[in-house]
């Protein structure tokens, strides 16, 4: 049973301290002692001195009316005064529970010799309650008359509280429905009868009454089920655990697999927790702290997979809780309950039937420590961890809830036991200095272990995008993945948020090519956070972007207070210590101007030429891929220069690698070098140093130093010779001149875009892509048995390949016989599949190509030619087809229009 001493709130603290010397007197009273209070002993001020009237005894009584731990500081005070005066004893009189160094005390001092501990005598409240019960100060606790008001419902009783009031002494306790504290009943603690004055609940309801929060359960003389129907119905609190996304591009907590980075802090966290279970840290409440979606649900989400997945022997549960679903005070032990039979199923602790019988401190609730105290003997941790804790701050409906958090986390610090609570705290929300959360927290510090996240590296934002880019199916265009990375500035949810754009742009239809050179359409994004907000929020925003960074506390005072939260928790105003600007620099501009900046290209190409890497390129095709050396042999280039070229023309988004094949990218309409040309000069034109240049020099020449400086500029990390930096300005310079971008003088460079590649490169690169000489690397037989059988339907390029047909399909395509889709299935037109049989279609296909015209022209002439005569890559050709056929290899001749 407990005591507690309420007054009104606004009442002096030592209200508190005069009802309980009061009731302290009554009872002095009954056992003949005379009572002076509030006496002043030399300089000294003392709560009571008391007289025997008897034996003239003096005993000097000190009365502590708190809730918070009492510190073994005032045992050791109160024996000094009783000393000092040489009185007969002292009495403590305290209403709540002793701290661990006090508890220490006591049980140190009750086994000294009787004639030195009946100098200090300690009332605790169960020997108060027992002391006012033999004097008939109080009734009993009426549990019976209590559980007669509960019977046919599914309701039981919490542990009793004896309250003390400036109105009169009651006898009150919790009533629970599930197992957690729903109701409050009030009696007469002078008769036992069930209190209905609704005066004097409304009284309590303006004190600092623990159970104030609760809603009462009246109960009349007349009808004792009076509001029983409400309290029976009550509905059980639904608790909701901390979830994840279903996939990587949804804004969720990354699921578990997803996660990256943070290798330190879920060390440090692992690790807190082994020092619990080892005894070597009393601390039990940490906090996960960092600004609004830099990954706190994450790391929570991930450490409960890392726990729950190796508990044994490890021996740690966490569950993990949501906080924005708390609607009423009962969350907070719903939750609780909720995890600690989650852990008891799992086989933590012992199977009990867990209740919140003690409201002040739940931990001491006689089944929660019955589980506790299993956990200790197997040397187990449960872990409870509230995500999004800044709720109930932000919002004055949720203050209850607030204050049931503060029981259990005082609980937990007293009992320093098996549990273990955290909390994921908002650094960047605001919190009103007069709310109690402002200085609990502060006041806490000292209590917790703290883990700040900061934002993410170079290199857990480039492990994210790689597991973007498996979700996708496809590579980012590497200017693309660029901008992602320098632009999500180390935030994660901003990554994710550009991330999820990026896909659903790409499901929409749009191409990488196309958002590259749409700067990737961020203007819908942009729309889309605006459209959100109210009148006073976009007034408030613009605010921000004309004077960012600006001061918080004068945007606070200009906006108010809800205004600036609500654009914080929407995530377009970023809060940086004292100051406020919105989320990204792009943005601010969006919303000042509505204009939105090309993506910026740096990189330099590595090509000796453009005539070389057209040459590469022109040896590419969209469908079979072709490696380094296959490109080099076929070139006649170093690898060395092949690989230089490869990762220019990767970087121009030309096109795609899979491993070690390379195959041009399938956006280019036509794969020739106007086709090539043409994407490549749509990257330089937003190249950095081409906007540098139309910027400054559209009229005075830049000459070569002005394009080293310029070059230096947008690689500031690049350490060159500056014989390097010469070689890389007359490259950019040759480059953006062939792509029609500057013109040259005698005097330097001067930007001018004549909106085409420059006219001496047309009729240089002009015409048809030059096609690779046929070989025909396989049987007319087997190109003709490839295409009936795509004519069925679509077949994965895999799939044709592990049945033999890979150069059958390579034949096809160079055809135009069939397609590759982007899903990875060839797929033969709807215009090959009927009009002509398989055969006719190959043949005449294959009568354009060059290789083959010049034979046929001369079959057509009547010529018996054999293989050799007509070089040595139409003979290897035309002598594998006519083996195939006929198995002569005598001569090939011209018949029926056909080659026989």
Request: hydrophobic share 35%; glycine share 8%.
């Given at each position: 049973?407990?005591?507690?001493?309420?007054?009104?709130?606004?009442?002096?603290?030592?209200?508190?301290?005069?009802?309980?010397?009061?009731?302290?007197?009554?009872?002095?009273?009954?056992?003949?002692?005379?009572?002076?209070?509030?006496?002043?002993?030399?300089a000294s001020e003392l709560d009571l001195l008391c007289e025997h009237k008897v034996s003239k005894k003096q005993i000097y009584v000190e009365c502590k009316a708190h809730k918070d731990n009492l510190s073994a500081k005032v045992l050791v005070n109160l024996l000094g005064t009783v000393d000092l005066h040489e009185y007969s004893e002292g009495w403590l009189v305290s209403t709540g529970p002793l701290g661990r160094d006090a508890k220490g005390f006591v049980e140190k001092w009750e086994n000294k010799p009787p004639e030195k501990r009946e100098k200090l005598s300690i009332y605790s409240p169960d020997r108060i309650l027992n002391a006012l019960l033999d004097a008939k100060i109080i009734s009993s606790k009426p549990e019976s008359k209590a559980q007669e008001m509960l019977s046919g419902h599914d309701l039981s009783l919490g542990k009793w509280i004896l309250l003390i009031t400036p109105w009169g002494k009651y006898w009150t306790c919790p009533v629970l429905k599930a197992g957690v504290?729903?109701?409050?009943?009030?009696?007469?603690?002078?008769?036992?009868?069930p209190v209905t004055d609704e005066e004097f609940i409304d009284r309590v309801k303006l004190t600092d009454f623990s159970l104030k929060n609760l809603e009462p359960f009246v109960a009349s003389s007349h009808d004792a089920r009076q509001g029983n129907d409400n309290a029976g119905g009550a509905k059980s609190t639904a608790v909701v655990e901390v979830e994840y996304g279903e996939k990587w591009f949804d804004y969720r907590p990354a699921r578990p697999e997803h996660f990256v980075g943070r290798k330190n802090e879920q060390r440090e966290l692992l690790q807190f927790f082994t020092n619990i279970k080892n005894g070597k840290t009393n601390t039990r409440v940490f906090a996960i702290k960092g600004d609004s979606g830099i990954g706190k649900s994450s790391l929570i989400a991930r450490i409960r997979d890392v726990t729950n997945k190796s508990q044994k022997p490890n021996n740690l549960f966490l569950y993990a809780v949501d906080v924005r679903a708390a609607n009423d005070s009962s969350y907070i032990y719903s939750s609780l309950l909720a995890a600690l039979r989650s852990a008891s199923l799992d086989g933590f602790g012992s199977k009990e039937e867990f209740e919140v019988t003690d409201y002040i401190d739940p931990l001491q609730s006689e089944s929660i420590k019955s589980f506790l105290d299993g956990c200790e003997r197997k040397r187990e941790i449960v872990i409870i961890v509230f995500d999004q804790f800044e709720e109930l701050y932000s919002k004055a409906e949720l203050f209850s809830v607030f204050e049931e958090v503060k029981k259990l986390m005082f609980s937990t610090i007293a009992a320093s036991s098996s549990i273990v609570l955290g909390f994921a705290w908002k650094t960047?929300?605001?919190?009103?200095?007069?709310?109690?959360?402002?200085?609990?927290w502060h006041q806490l510090s000292d209590h917790r272990f703290e883990i700040l996240l900061k934002p993410f590296s170079h290199s857990d934002a480039e492990q994210s995008l790689r597991i973007f880019e498996n979700e996708l199916g496809e590579k980012i265009r590497p200017e693309l993945r660029k901008?992602?990375?320098e632009n999500s500035q180390g935030y994660p949810w901003l990554l994710k948020k550009l991330c999820i754009h990026f896909y659903e742009q790409l499901r929409s239809g749009i191409s990488q090519q196309q958002m590259a050179n749409r700067s990737l359409d961020i203007s819908s994004l942009f729309d889309q956070d605006l459209n959100h907000l109210t009148d006073a929020e976009m007034v408030c925003l613009k605010l921000v972007a004309q004077n960012a960074p600006m001061d918080w506390y004068e945007v606070l005072e200009i906006a108010g207070h809800e205004v600036v939260q609500s654009l914080q928790n929407k995530r377009v105003l970023i809060k940086h210590g004292d100051k406020l600007n919105l989320y990204w620099d792009i943005f601010k501009n969006y919303v000042l101007s509505g204009i939105i900046p090309s993506i910026p290209f740096t990189y330099i190409p590595q090509s000796p030429s453009l005539n070389a890497l057209l040459h590469v390129s022109l040896e590419l095709d969209d469908a079979e891929g072709k490696s380094i050396k296959e490109l080099a042999d076929s070139s006649k280039l170093q690898e060395s220069t092949v690989r230089n070229i490869i990762h220019d023309l990767e970087q121009f988004g030309v096109i795609y690698i899979s491993k070690s094949d390379i195959t041009i990218d399938n956006h280019l309409s036509n794969l020739n070098a106007r086709s090539i040309l043409s994407s490549i000069r749509l990257v330089f034109k937003r190249h950095a140093l081409t906007e540098i240049l139309k910027k400054n020099n559209s009229v005075k020449p830049a000459n070569t130093d002005q394009l080293i400086n310029y070059l230096k500029s947008i690689n500031p990390t690049a350490q060159y010779h500056i014989r390097t930096w010469t070689t890389y300005s007359k490259r950019m310079s040759a480059w953006l001149h062939a792509f029609g971008l500057i013109t040259?003088?005698?005097?330097?460079?001067?930007?001018?875009?004549?909106?085409?590649?420059?006219?001496?490169?047309?009729?240089?690169?002009?015409?048809?892509r030059k096609r690779i000489v046929f070989l025909g690397d396989t049987s007319p037989v087997k190109v003709v048995e490839a295409l009936d059988l795509l004519k069925m339907g679509a077949k994965a390029q895999v799939s044709m390949k592990n049945m033999g047909y890979r150069n059958a399909c390579a034949v096809l395509y160079?055809?135009?016989?069939?397609?590759?889709?982007?899903?990875?299935?060839?797929?033969?037109?709807?215009?090959?599949?009927?009009?002509?049989?398989?055969?006719?279609?190959v043949w005449e296909e294959a009568s354009k190509e060059e290789s083959l015209k010049l034979v046929i022209n001369k079959l057509k002439e009547g010529t018996l030619i054999k293989p050799l005569q007509i070089g040595e890559f139409v003979a290897e050709s035309f002598g594998r087809t006519w083996k195939k056929l006929h198995g002569n290899e005598s001569g090939i001749a011209f018949a029926n229009g056909h080659c026989g």
């Open positions: 049973m407990l005591i507690e001493v309420i007054t009104e709130l606004n009442a002096p603290n030592t209200d508190k301290g005069n009802l309980l010397e009061n009731l302290a007197s009554e009872f002095l009273r009954t056992q003949g002692y005379e009572v002076s209070s509030q006496v002043r002993v030399a504290p729903k109701f409050t009943s009030f009696f007469d603690a002078l008769n036992g009868k960047d929300s605001t919190v009103p200095q007069d709310h109690p959360a402002y200085h609990m901008y992602l990375l040259q003088t005698t005097s330097g460079i001067i930007y001018s875009d004549i909106g085409d590649i420059a006219g001496d490169d047309i009729k240089k690169w002009s015409g048809e160079r055809f135009r016989l069939l397609e590759l889709t982007t899903a990875g299935e060839y797929r033969v037109p709807e215009c090959n599949i009927t009009g002509r049989s398989s055969m006719e279609a």
